[in-house]
C-alpha cells in the first residue's frame, strides 16, 4: 500500500491518509464485507478502495 501512495498525486495521497487516521474514530466511507471476506471492511476514499481489518488494542495503565 505505501508504494501506491507515493505513486498518487499530492492531494488524493493526502484525502487517503486523512480516511485511514479517521478510521481510529469508525468515521468514513466503511462497509462490512460479507461472505469468504466476513471480518474484513472496505474503505473507500474517492476512486480508491482498501480492504482492512480492526485490531483492538489494550491500553496498558
Not at 10 to 19: D, E, F, G, M
Not at 33 to 50: A, I, K, M, P, Y
Request: hydrophobic share 40%; glycine share 6%; net charge positive.
Amino acid at each position: 500500500m505505501l508504494d501506491y501512495l507515493q505513486h498518487l498525486a499530492p492531494k488524493p495521497r493526502h484525502a487517503i491518509r486523512l480516511a485511514i487516521m479517521a478510521l481510529t474514530r469508525e468515521k468514513g466511507d466503511i462497509k462490512s464485507l460479507t461472505d469468504q471476506l466476513e471480518g474484513l471492511h472496505r474503505l473507500r476514499v474517492g476512486s480508491n478502495r482498501g480492504i482492512f481489518e480492526y485490531e483492538i488494542i489494550k491500553a496498558k495503565r
